[in-house]
């Protein structure tokens, strides 16, 4: 599996997007790649290649399943369907630039959600974790804040 394989997930059954962190007092925005494949039609399989794809680039994902059990009609008759699905979950703020950026000259349908996540990381970077202190602006001495 290439790069250019997984973009085709990413613009089909991908989501780039922002989650507000609910443990968070800052009303922090946490940034996320997701992929989600049910276990009819191999979709488990190309979740592992793709996991293993980043993390062959060190690029840490998020794999697990989740049960489905619910009501859905088809042709005005309810069926009971019961299927599994496998999510694939990247949230580093250094991780998804990385995918982003290698995923972004094959993208086609999502184009335009990575290059506003690139340029929203870019601009906004995380205000907490281990990531906050390497993209902070840094203060110029001598210099005092403007009270508000």
């Given at each position: ?32 790649i997701g992929i989600t ?112």
């Open positions: 599996m290439d790069w250019s394989y997984a973009a085709g997930f990413i613009d089909g059954e991908g989501t780039i997007g922002l989650a507000m962190d609910a443990r968070s007092k800052l009303n922090t925005c946490l940034p996320y494949q049910a276990d009819k039609y191999r979709g488990f399989r190309a979740i592992h290649e793709l996991a293993l794809l980043m993390e062959s680039e060190g690029i840490k994902t998020y794999v697990y399943t989740v049960d489905h059990r619910g009501r859905a009609t088809t042709k005005g008759s309810p069926y009971q369907r019961n299927y599994r699905t496998m999510k694939l979950t990247i949230r580093s703020y250094d991780n998804i630039i990385r995918v982003l950026r290698k995923l972004l000259p094959y993208l086609v349908v999502r184009k335009n959600s990575a290059e506003d996540m690139i340029r929203f990381l870019t601009l906004f970077p995380p205000r907490t974790g281990k990531n906050s202190k390497r993209y902070r602006p840094k203060r110029i001495a001598g210099l005092r804040e403007i009270p508000a």
